[in-house]
C-alpha cells in the first residue's frame, strides 16, 4: 500500500523551524577568532543537515540547495577548513533569516523573493571561493560551488495590504503608515472598498478598506517591513519586489483609479519627519495583485506540542470521572434517602474530579515563555551592532510557563520594550565610561510566578528616564496642569500616551513618538497590566504582569439592581462600607472618598450601565477598592454575592468589543455575567487621581 507522506509535511515545518532557533542559538553563541567548539558547531551542522533532508524528502527544492551551501561551509569550519570569524558568523545569521521565510512561502504556497535568496547564495559561494583559494595546494579539497548570477535589481516595491476590521482599535492608523512609506519615495495607493457596508451597518472605529500600494524606490525590504511591524497581526500583508521589467508591465483590464501619495513640503519639524500627504487622482497602469500572505503567527499557532505526561494526567482523571458518572447512575437508579450521604459523596468526588480535570486541561496550553525570549539574544545582537553599543543580554525564568494564547500576544510588546531600552536607554560606550560604568551595557529580561500572576520584567542599567523632560513635553501637549505637584510614577506614565516622545531625533530603531500606547493596548488585551520604575543614571525597568491564562478567571460576582458582575480577583484591595460624610464632591474629579489618606474617586456601576432598581444611597451599598496600571478607584456596587471561577467568553466575537467590559461568562442559574475590565473602565471614565 501506497503512504502518503503528505500527512507528515506539517511535522517537517514545526521540526525545521524548530531546528533554526537551535541554528540561530547556537551561532550566536559562537564567539568569532576563539578556538573552534566543535560541538557548537556540530549541533548546527545537524540541524542544518535535517532540514536539508526533509526538504529534500517533500520536494522543495530550492530550500534543499540553499541549506546545502551553508553544509558545506559548516562542514568546513568543523574540520578546520574555514575559520570562524565574525564575516562567516553574520552570513550564516542572514542565512537562517532567509531560510526561515523560505519555509514560511513553501508551508503557505506564496512566492518566494529570489533576490534575497540569491544575494545570500552569492556571499556563502564567495566564503567557500575563499576557502578553495586558501587550499589550492591541497589537490583532495573539494571546489567551492560557482557563484551564482547577479540577481535583477529591485526598483521598488508591490504591497497587498488588507486590515482586519479591528486594526484601528489598538491606535494603529493606516494614513500614518502610508506617510511613512511616502517618505521612503513616491507611492501609488489604489483602494478596495469591496468591503465596505452599508452605511447604516458601519462601525466607525473598524476599518473596512484594503490598499494595493507601489513604491517606486530603491529601498531595502527591511524599511518596509518595519512601517508594517507593529500591525503584522492584524493584517494581510504581500510585499513583493518590482523589478525594472515588472514595473513596466501592464495588464488588459484596468482597476480602481489609483491614488498617488507623495509628502509634501514640511511645515513643521514633525511634519517635515512624517511628511504631509497629498492625494491627487489620475489614471494610470493597472498593478497585479501580489497573492495574500498569511499572517505567520497565526499560521503557527494550529499546533502544540504537548508532554506525554501532560496527556496521561488528563487521561487518568477522565478514567476517574467516568468512575464517578457511574457511581451518580447507580444512585440515581435505586435513590431513597438513606442514601442520601452517598449522593453528596458522589457529587464531592465530582466537584473534585472537575476541578482536577479543568486544571490539567489548562496546562496543555500553558507553554514555557522562553519560546517567545528566544528571538532575543539575535535581536540584541543585530541592533546593538547597527547602534555601535556593546550589550549583555541575561535571561531568567525562560522555563516560567504562560498559556499559548498570552504567549502570542506578548511577542511584539517585548520586542519594542528592547528595542527602546537598546535604543535609549543604553548609552554609548564612551558615555558610559564617562559616568564610570562598564562599557558593557546590561539589558536583563526575567519572568517569574507570583500571586497567582506571571510577572516579566525589561530592566536595564542605562540612563533612566528623563523625568524634567517627560515634565515639560506633558506641560506643553496640555496633559498635566503647572503649579501641580506630580509623582514619578505620573510623570513616567506619559509615555504610554499616543505620539508623546521626547526624543530629539528620529532613528529606525524607536523614536517615531508612536509604540508604547501600543503596548500597554496589547497587555491590557489579554488582562495585564504594565508599571514602569526609573532612576536617573541607573536604568529602568518596566514591569508586566499577567494572567495565567485567558480561558478561566477567578473572580468575585457583585450584584447591581437584577444584574450581576464579575470583578477579577487579582484586581480587588477590600471592600468597604462608607459612612456618611466620608465622600466629598470635588471640581473635575466627581465623587472622591478617603481612603488610607488617599483620595479615591468613585465610579457607580449602576450609572455607567444604565442599570434599574440599583441602590443608590451610598450607605446602603459597598465600595469595593480595586486597582490597576497602579491606578486606584472604588466600584460602588449593591452587594458581594461570592466568590467564583468563571469561564471567560469572548464579546467581541459574539457581539462588539464594549469599552470597560473584558468579557462575559454563564453564571449557575443561567444568567449572562459580564466580566469587568478594571484598565478599560478607568480610562474610558476618565477617573482622575
Known amino acids: 500500500m501506497a503512504i502518503d507522506i503528505g500527512q507528515f509535511v506539517q511535522t517537517f515545518f514545526e521540526e525545521s523551524f524548530e531546528g533554526l532557533d537551535v541554528m540561530e542559538a547556537g551561532l550566536l553563541a559562537l564567539e568569532p577568532g576563539a578556538t573552534t567548539d566543535l560541538e557548537k558547531i556540530n549541533t548546527i551542522f545537524r540541524a542544518a543537515h535535517s532540514i536539508k533532508g526533509g526538504s529534500g524528502t517533500f520536494g522543495f527544492k530550492n530550500v534543499t540547495d540553499f541549506t546545502h551551501l551553508m ?136 476599518c473596512y478598506l484594503s490598499w494595493e500600494l507601489e513604491l517606486l524606490a530603491e529601498v531595502a525590504r527591511d524599511a518596509v517591513d518595519d512601517v508594517f511591524a507593529w500591525v503584522e497581526g492584524d493584517c494581510e500583508l504581500s510585499v513583493e519586489p518590482l523589478t525594472a521589467e515588472s514595473a513596466t508591465e501592464k495588464t488588459v483590464k484596468p482597476a480602481a483609479e489609483p491614488l498617488v501619495v507623495a509628502p509634501a513640503a514640511p511645515k513643521t519639524s514633525e511634519e517635515g519627519r512624517q511628511g504631509e500627504l497629498l ?45 464517578t458518572q457511574s457511581m451518580l447512575s447507580a444512585l440515581g437508579e435505586d435513590f431513597d434517602m438513606g442514601r442520601l450521604d452517598k449522593l453528596h459523596e458522589a457529587l464531592d468526588q465530582l466537584d473534585r474530579n472537575t476541578r482536577d480535570l479543568q486544571e490539567h486541561v489548562m496546562r496543555i496550553r500553558m507553554l514555557p515563555v522562553s519560546s517567545v525570549f528566544s528571538r532575543f539574544p539575535r535581536m540584541v545582537h543585530d541592533v546593538s551592532a547597527k547602534l555601535g553599543k556593546q550589550v549583555e543580554l541575561r535571561i531568567n525564568g525562560e522555563q516560567t510557563e504562560l498559556d499559548k494564547t498570552v504567549i502570542e500576544k506578548i ?156 470583578i477579577p480577583l487579582l484586581s480587588i484591595i477590600e471592600s468597604v462600607q462608607i459612612k456618611a460624610g466620608a465622600v466629598n464632591r470635588v471640581a473635575g474629579k466627581g465623587e472622591v472618598f478617603r481612603f488610607r489618606g488617599q483620595p479615591l474617586p468613585i465610579l457607580r456601576l449602576y450609572e455607567l450601565f444604565g442599570t434599574e432598581g440599583a441602590v443608590s444611597d451610598l450607605e446602603k451599598g459597598l465600595l469595593v477598592v480595586v486597582e490597576a496600571d497602579g491606578r486606584q478607584i472604588g466600584l460602588f456596587v449593591d452587594d458581594l454575592e461570592g466568590q467564583q471561577q468563571v469561564s471567560i467568553k469572548s464579546l467581541e466575537k459574539n457581539f462588539r468589543r464594549v469599552s470597560g467590559v473584558a468579557g462575559a461568562t454563564i453564571l449557575g442559574d443561567g444568567r449572562v455575567g459580564l466580566i469587568l475590565d478594571i484598565s478599560g473602565l478607568i480610562r474610558v471614565n476618565n477617573v482622575a487621581l
Open 411 to 566: 511577542g511584539d510588546p517585548l520586542v519594542h520594550l528592547i528595542r527602546n531600552s537598546l535604543d535609549h536607554g543604553l548609552e554609548p560606550p564612551e558615555e558610559r565610561l564617562r559616568a564610570g560604568k562598564p562599557e558593557t551595557g546590561v539589558i536583563s529580561l526575567d519572568a517569574y510566578h507570583k500571586s497567582g500572576s506571571i510577572f516579566i520584567e525589561v530592566g536595564d542599567d542605562g540612563r533612566g528616564l528623563n523625568r524634567d523632560a517627560l515634565l515639560r513635553k506633558g506641560l506643553e501637549e496640555g496633559l498635566l496642569k503647572p503649579g501641580e505637584d506630580y509623582s514619578d510614577e505620573q510623570i513616567y506614565e506619559l509615555i504610554f500616551h499616543p505620539g508623546l516622545s521626547t526624543a530629539k531625533q528620529l532613528s529606525d530603531v524607536s523614536g517615531r513618538g508612536v509604540g508604547m500606547d501600543v503596548v500597554r493596548s496589547n497587555i491590557q488585551d489579554v488582562g495585564g497590566s504594565i508599571q514602569i520604575a526609573s532612576q536617573p543614571g541607573r536604568g529602568t525597568r518596566i514591569t508586566i504582569s499577567l494572567p495565567l491564562t485567558l480561558a478561566i478567571l477567578d473572580g468575585q460576582l457583585v450584584s447591581v439592581g437584577g444584574d450581576c458582575y464579575i
Open 71 to 206: 553544509e558545506t561551509l559548516l562542514d568546513g569550519m568543523r574540520e578546520g577548513r574555514l575559520g570562524v570569524t565574525g564575516e562567516a558568523v553574520n552570513v550564516l545569521l542572514g542565512s537562517v533569516d532567509c531560510l526561515r521565510e523560505m519555509l514560511v512561502a513553501a508551508r503557505e504556497n506564496i512566492p518566494v523573493e529570489p533576490e534575497q535568496i540569491q544575494a545570500l547564495q552569492g556571499r556563502l559561494a564567495r566564503l567557500l571561493k575563499k576557502e578553495a583559494a586558501e587550499a589550492e595546494a591541497a589537490p583532495n579539497k573539494p571546489a567551492a560551488p560557482v557563484e551564482p548570477p547577479p540577481a535583477a535589481r529591485t526598483t521598488g516595491w508591490r504591497i497587498r495590504f488588507k486590515p482586519h476590521l479591528q486594526l484601528m482599535h489598538s491606535g494603529n492608523d493606516p494614513v500614518r503608515m502610508f506617510r511613512e512609506l511616502a517618505a521612503l519615495g513616491p507611492l501609488t495607493a489604489r483602494p478596495d472598498s469591496a468591503r465596505l457596508p452599508r452605511l447604516a451597518e458601519l462601525q466607525p472605529e473598524d
Open 279 to 323: 492625494l491627487e487622482r489620475r489614471k494610470g497602469e493597472d498593478r497585479r495583485r501580489g497573492d495574500r500572505r498569511v499572517n505567520v503567527a497565526a499560521s503557527d499557532s494550529a499546533s502544540i506540542r504537548v508532554g506525554i505526561d501532560k496527556v496521561d494526567a488528563v487521561i487518568n482523571l477522565v478514567g476517574e470521572l467516568i468512575t
